[in-house]
């Protein structure tokens, strides 16, 4: 760190190996231009010597106006014609000298990988540093997702060096659909119909969206697979937003003991809760390691900024990191960024986009839900038929976005008989527009497949 709490490169060295290397390589002046580029930062420095930064500063503009790197003519020009350089004529000759320099560089002496590495390094801290103090502000009033966006912006900084794959590598190729077969997934019991139509189980990185009309199934059914994965060894981390933790809770207990609300808080609930606990023994006793954890939020006063960090905060305090994250529901969360929700697509686009992102950074499928509209809602209470994306009340924007959309149907006559239809309106992983049969203890709150999906048409 530099004076004044500047960062800057740590050696005058390095400040002619990176502008020797960016002008001429576009490729790397483009990777950092988005973060040196200080025109708009009058004074400001990353380069050790600030006379490199006025050359920098110089191919930036050249840019910006004609979409290529400036011949070493062109920057002697912008020198020349620099109003502040025209007042030091020393100052003046350094700066040609540098410009100079770097043009005539013999990159082939340089290790430009490692020239690379060293920038990303400490643009990264810099950026991170930079993050904590305009972070102050937002810290002191309590703005903690603001400050936490900013830092995680900081810590995205990377270099992509990969160039893509070609058709005719067959080898390389074959080697990475093996891998992907051998993929990361969650397959959940009881599901196994339905992960069979998600190629094996839900993936890391993918968002998946339930979609039903109000008090049809939404939270019961991202709770079936919550407790499945759970019982599976896995650590879940379920959101709540408008079941409070205590009912949440009440389900599933109900579900992995089997009883009725009722029977589970006789006697205070002090029989159901020994249940509990040697039910949990024995899980541990297996060498399951797995988790639940619920946390409850006001609905509209939560966004994924809040959640990503709550999930920083269990895995700082708690050590615990999530295999699979359920957010119940995504049409009652806010936007990072508190857009105004007049535009309904742009809104809840971003909103799942956003949330979507969070199965990206932490490497966990995110299982999600959204509300039907009233076109959905048949005369007699329940669901008209079969759902699909257009009675979606918060827009296609979830829709679109989604890797994977169900709606969750029953119509009276389903009522009648304990059944709810989950139906694939949407699947990036295989095949849509089929359906699969679940039959529902409503005491216990169990749901139990009844059978291999298929076809429904409409």
Excluded: W
């Excluded at 700082?316 to 995504?330: G, M, T």
């Excluded at 849509?432 to 049969?437: L, R």
């Amino acid at each position: 760190m530099a004076e004044n709490d500047e960062v800057r490169f740590e050696s005058p060295r390095l400040d002619s190996m990176i502008l020797a290397y960016a002008v001429q390589n576009l490729s790397f002046f483009l990777k950092i231009k988005t973060y040196m580029d200080m025109r708009s930062s009058k004074g400001k420095s990353y380069f050790y010597d600030k006379k490199y930064q006025i050359v920098f500063n110089i191919l930036c503009g050249h840019y910006d106006e004609f979409k290529r790197i400036a011949p070493i003519n062109n920057v002697l020009l912008k020198i020349d014609q620099n109003k502040g350089l025209k007042a030091d004529a020393n100052l003046k000759l350094f700066v040609e000298n540098i410009a100079r320099d770097a043009y005539e560089d013999d990159l082939t002496k340089l290790d430009l990988d490692d020239v690379e590495k060293q920038t990303i390094d400490f643009l990264k801290q810099a950026k991170f540093y930079e993050a904590i103090i305009e972070s102050t502000d937002d810290i002191r009033n309590r703005n903690f997702p603001s400050a936490m966006s900013r830092i995680e912006k900081s810590l995205r900084i990377n270099f992509d060096r990969d160039l893509g794959t070609s058709i005719l590598d067959l080898d390389k190729i074959f080697s990475k659909l093996r891998e992907l077969d051998k993929e990361l997934k969650l397959p959940v019991q009881g599901f196994v119909n339905f992960c069979n139509e998600i190629d094996g189980g839900f993936h890391p990185k993918e968002l998946y969206v339930f979609a039903s009309t109000p008090g049809v199934g939404k939270t019961l059914t991202l709770g079936n697979i919550a407790l499945s994965l759970f019982l599976d060894g896995k650590k879940v981390l379920v959101y709540t937003f408008e079941t409070s933790m205590e009912r949440l809770m009440m389900r599933y207990f109900c579900n992995l003991i089997e009883k009725r609300k009722t029977e589970i808080i006789i006697d205070d609930g002090e029989a159901a809760k020994n249940e509990l606990q040697e039910r949990f023994k024995k899980y541990q006793d297996q060498g399951k390691k797995g988790d639940l954890i619920v946390k409850e939020y006001n609905a509209h006063e939560v966004c994924s900024n809040d959640l990503m960090a709550n999930i920083l905060d269990l895995n700082f305090y708690q050590s615990f990191k999530p295999d699979a994250i359920i957010v119940d529901y995504i049409g009652i969360m806010n936007s990072n960024e508190r857009l105004d929700k007049a535009n309904s697509f742009t809104y809840y686009k971003t909103v799942t986009e956003e949330l979507r992102n969070i199965a990206k950074t932490m490497y966990v499928p995110v299982l999600t839900a959204c509300q039907i509209n009233r076109e959905g809602m048949g005369d007699r209470g329940g669901t008209k038929s079969l759902l699909t994306a257009k009675n979606v009340s918060e827009s296609r924007g979830i829709h679109d976005t989604a890797d994977v959309f169900i709606t969750i149907n029953q119509r009276p006559e389903d009522r009648k008989l304990n059944k709810l239809i989950l139906f694939f309106d949407k699947n990036r992983n295989q095949r849509s527009s089929v359906a699969i049969d679940y039959t529902v203890d409503y005491d216990t709150m169990r749901m139990t497949e009844n059978g291999a999906a298929y076809p429904k048409n409409f």
